[in-house]
């Protein structure tokens, strides 16, 4: 028997959740109702391109969520980063280092209004 066969949803606590849906809806484009958001991904152009979720328990003392004091970090996949970081850039969102591209794939990070890091991830084309 399977147990575990992917990520069902990130859920977190807000302190208004109703603006933090606008912030995510305005900068991210998650569109949200009063029980959250579905989001359906895939890559319809090329049907090779794997889709997955990580998970992955960091070190209590990891500084890879910091500037955030948040116990936890969110992930995004996205399609086109370099763009979507030069349009958050206009909208005023302060990018939190520098975009890395390696194996991986390509990774930038951002904080909403709430102290939450997040991260945001390109796959690499294969």
């Known amino acids: 028997m399977k147990r575990v066969t992917g990520l069902g949803g990130i859920f977190f606590k807000a302190n208004n959740p109703e ?3 606008e912030w995510y809806k305005i900068h991210l484009g998650i569109e949200s109702e009063s029980w959250g958001a579905q989001l359906n991904w895939g890559d319809e152009t090329n049907s090779k391109q794997p889709g997955y979720n990580v998970w992955n328990p960091f070190k209590a003392d990891t ?3 910091e ?3 948040k116990q936890f970090m ?3 996949r996205v399609e086109n980063l370099k763009e979507l970081v030069s349009l958050l850039k206009n909208e005023g969102i302060e990018i939190i280092g520098e975009m890395i591209e390696d194996d991986f794939g390509t990774f930038a990070w951002i904080i909403d209004p709430e102290g939450n890091k ?3 991830w390109e796959p690499p084309k294969i």
């Open 19 to 21: 603006k933090i849906r």
């Open 63 to 65: 500084t890879y969520f």
């Open 67 to 69: 500037p955030s004091d």
């Open 74 to 76: 969110i992930n995004f």
């Open 118 to 120: 997040l991260e945001l």
